[in-house]
């Protein structure tokens, strides 16, 4: 399905990575085999589309937490022009946020390119073998939680759970671009 121009398709196997992560450990994708499903934000601390949906994906992550769904954040935003990008912001941010998942920094930037994550958020949902079942936005009002229609992030973590294929395997992923290094190739 190439209709939105994504690098990985439905069914793509999770690229592997290992990445620091704000809790001082180092993160890698064989650590969450265990999960149901597995989601994979590309984040940042500084864009308007991540601040408006921050408080709906942690609490996404803590409805789903008990059932298996493991949350990853990932942030991969050059930080010379982008600074509250930088590991020390995303620290602060995690605490006074309260995450409820790992954030995790791709200072390389090489996940966010073996994803083609295209902007901030842009969300990959990994069903327990670790194979593509969804990618795109959370929802369809980043403005107004009360006026969401469609939830296609949580419809397809339920398909999934229910060992279903997602009915809408992508959306748009709507946001802030990735903000790339000279040197980087996406």
């Not at 941010?93 to 200072?107: G, S, T």
């Amino acid at each position: 399905m190439e209709a939105r121009g994504y690098k990985m398709r439905p069914g793509d196997s999770a690229p592997s990575f290992a990445l620091p992560g704000v809790d001082g450990k180092t993160h890698r994708l064989e650590d969450y085999k265990g999960a149901r499903a597995l989601v994979i934000a590309f984040w940042c601390n500084h864009c308007p589309y991540v601040q408006a949906y921050e408080k709906r994906t942690i609490d996404l992550a803590r409805q789903y937490k008990d059932r298996g769904v493991q949350f990853l954040l990932i942030n991969s935003n050059e930080v010379e022009n982008y600074p509250e990008d930088d590991f020390p912001h995303m620290v602060k941010r995690a605490i006074e946020k309260n995450y409820p998942f790992p954030y995790l920094r791709d200072a390389d930037q090489k996940v966010a390119e073996a994803y083609g994550a295209q902007c901030t958020p842009h969300f990959f949902l990994f069903d327990t073998s670790g194979y593509l079942r969804y990618q795109g936005r959370l929802d369809d009002n980043k403005d107004l939680a009360e006026a969401v229609k469609r939830h296609y992030l949580e419809d397809a973590i339920k398909a999934v759970l229910a060992g279903r294929n997602p009915t809408e395997p992508e959306s748009w992923a709507i946001g802030c671009s990735i903000k790339w290094t000279k040197t980087a190739t996406a």
